[in-house]
């Protein structure tokens, strides 16, 4: 199961955060790095909290967590 966040960066293009569930296996860095986008559900697998657009410092948050999650659980892209 795949989770899509669409986000605003810079009011011009559009990004997603993409969280495939499948992959993640409760490392916890992702909730870590940013504990206002991600949390853990009852097995300590991430879910995304953030239902709405994306401001510049959360966008950097969740592309520093994307980078540091050990499975490639989450992808920013347009």
């Given at each position: 199961?795949?989770?899509y966040l669409t986000t605003v960066a810079g009011g011009e293009s559009t990004m997603?955060?993409?969280?495939?569930s499948?992959?993640?296996q409760g490392h916890g860095r992702c909730?870590?790095?940013a504990?206002?986008?991600?949390?853990?559900?009852?097995l300590g697998n991430a879910v995304v909290l953030v239902t709405g657009d994306l401001d510049?410092?959360?966008l950097e948050r969740a592309t520093l967590a994307a980078?540091?999650?050990?499975?490639y659980?989450?992808?920013i892209g347009a």
């Open positions: 199961m795949s989770f997603k955060i993409v969280l495939t499948e992959k993640c909730y870590s790095l504990p206002d986008l991600f949390d853990a559900d009852d510049a410092d959360q980078k540091n999650c050990p499975e659980a989450i992808e």
